[in-house]
């Protein structure tokens, strides 16, 4: 059963559950496909996230309980879409103590060898359960629980963009330069936003991420800067 | 292509229009006019369209000198406004000739002014838009503020129609507002006596206060929960963090965000608050959503 409430005067949420988890996940993301789907006017934002899905919409078109009504005709039985693999990305990262900052704390905290480490985090296929706090940072999870590890306690001023970092079970890129306390592990050219693309933003929830270590000539060449 | 030539930027000058919509699931923000009542009016009086470019201006110091011909309104905050050096009333339309000189001096009420010009700057839109996010990167001149030397180009425009806004549309901006609230989101994780501490306070405005959020100080309000997952966050939404005390999200607010919300301000109530200052006052009062979506569908009736 989804639950949807009142945000805002312009917007509600739907919740399709109460834990992160994989399926739920997965229900979200059916959900938000459906939506983008049917195309409709009234829908001005669509933010789609762990277990929830926020819609902005048009009140001189609906109004909470007319809209309400109709999304749950729509979400309430939708069935759930199977994975696809055709949404995998696979990233090149320069990992290194030059660039990964954080590469010999989540070592240490750990208890494993700087090498074991950067296997463990470029050997998973993540998800993306959600994009936001910067235009193109996506969310990915989860992180093997060997080498999970807390955010900073004090973030940082300036975290490099392009850096790939862990907090906890989850694992993100700066899609540019900005505050953050993450664990940095590396570097990586790949370009998350980017407004001169037509698409924006190479990833969406759809997505699923790679990682895959690459030496410095290598990452350099790609245009990387360190 | 006429323009203006900025010959002093102020403080804080932004290019703002409506916003910058359908791009939140990236993580891009609205951003937008923070004072949609003053930016709309000034846009009403030209005859321009709703969602065009403007001036939004936070602190006075703004001096542009006109290259040809147009049309422009002044809106907002009370200020010294002058074309060359004679002082002008606000809430209106001037013709404004090549070379003449405009000023904003000196804020006296309310926080922001908004100067718009005949069919607006003509500048490119990203995004589908040309609202500037500086922490994007986005819109507005080069994705950053206003500058000196600055070119702001507009299209001449000779005819001259004389429009005023009737001075009971004209807003006074005072020192301890009301902001109505929709109870809403994780309302149900905050009690009784939580909630009625929270509608019967009065808080402080802290200079924690910029386009992206307006951070209270005041009775702590506590949470029967520490922190959520992260979900998308409405205009107006009203965090309420560990230290108990509300930060009211605005237009360039993040899309997503784990604190607990006990509901969300009014969106027009939001534009009386992008009026405010440090250290003012402000109170909380209920409303119900259908009451909330009336009040709201007449505030851009009456605009559009």
């Given at each position: 059963m989804i639950k949807i409430q009142v945000a805002s005067v312009d917007s509600l949420i739907i919740y399709f559950a109460d834990v992160i988890s994989k399926e739920n996940s997965l229900k979200v993301k059916s959900?938000?496909?459906?939506?983008?789907?049917l195309n409709n006017k009234a829908f001005i934002e669509i933010i789609p996230s762990y277990t929830s899905i926020l819609i902005t919409y048009d009140i001189f078109l609906y109004d909470f309980y007319s809209l309400r009504n109709m999304l749950t005709k729509i979400l309430d039985n939708l069935p759930i879409e199977k994975e696809s693999s055709q949404n995998l990305i696979k990233i090149d990262v320069y990992y290194s103590l030059e660039v990964g900052l954080d590469l010999q704390r989540?070592?240490?905290?750990?208890?494993?060898?700087?090498?074991?480490?950067?296997k463990l985090h470029s050997s998973k296929i993540y998800d993306v359960y959600a994009i936001g706090f910067l235009p193109g940072f996506a969310y990915l999870a989860s992180v093997d629980e060997k080498i999970k590890t807390p955010r900073l306690k004090t973030p940082r001023k300036k975290i490099p963009k392009g850096s790939v970092a862990i907090a906890d079970s989850q694992t993100a890129v700066y899609p540019k330069e900005s505050p953050g306390g993450w664990n940095i592990l590396g570097r990586t050219a790949f370009n998350f936003f980017d407004k001169d693309l037509e698409a924006l933003s190479p990833i969406s929830i759809e997505s699923k991420i790679k990682f895959n270590p690459i030496c410095k000539e290598e990452f350099l060449s790609q245009g990387g800067i360190i | 292509m006429s323009g203006f030539e900025v010959l002093k930027a102020g403080a804080f000058t932004l290019i703002e229009d409506f916003g910058r919509f359908s791009y939140m699931n990236l993580g891009v923000t609205n951003s937008g006019f923070m004072d949609e009542y003053?930016?709309?009016?000034?846009?009403?009086?030209?005859?321009n369209n709703f969602d065009e470019n403007l001036l939004e201006i936070a602190f006075a110091g703004l001096k542009l000198k006109a290259l040809g011909e147009t049309t422009i309104s002044v809106t907002g905050a009370k200020c010294h406004f002058k074309i060359n050096e004679v002082e002008k009333n606000i809430w209106q339309t001037y013709k404004i000739k090549k070379g003449d000189l405009i000023q904003i001096d000196k804020i006296l009420e309310g926080q922001r002014v908004y100067l718009a010009v005949k069919?607006?700057?003509?500048?490119?839109k990203e995004l589908g838009s040309s609202s500037v996010t500086i922490k994007e990167n986005l819109g507005g001149v080069e994705g950053r503020q206003v500058?000196?030397?600055d070119f702001l180009p507009y299209e001449e425009f000779k005819q001259f129609v004389s429009k005023r806004l009737k001075k009971?549309?004209?807003?006074?901006?005072?020192?301890?507002?009301k902001l109505r609230v929709i109870l809403s989101y994780q309302e149900g994780d905050f009690s009784e006596e939580e909630k009625d501490k929270f509608f019967n306070s009065t808080y402080t405005i802290t200079p924690d206060f910029n386009r992206m959020a307006c951070k209270l100080k005041g009775e702590k309000i506590k949470a029967d929960i520490d922190g959520i997952i992260s979900e998308g966050i409405a205009f107006g939404a009203i965090q309420i963090p560990k230290d108990g005390e509300p930060i009211i999200l605005l237009k360039e607010r993040q899309t997503i965000g784990g604190y607990p919300k006990i509901g969300s301000v009014l969106s027009i109530d939001c534009f009386k608050l992008a009026q405010m200052k440090t250290n003012q006052k402000v109170t909380f009062e209920s409303i119900d959503i259908l009451k909330a979506q009336k009040k709201v569908k007449l505030f851009y009736s009456a605009l559009l």
């Open positions: 959900a938000y496909k459906c939506l983008k789907a989540v070592a240490l905290h750990s208890n494993l060898s700087i090498d074991e480490v950067i | 003053a930016a709309l009016t000034a846009h009403k009086l030209l005859d069919n607006g700057f003509k500048i490119k500058k000196n030397q009971e549309y004209i807003p006074k901006y005072e020192k301890e507002v």
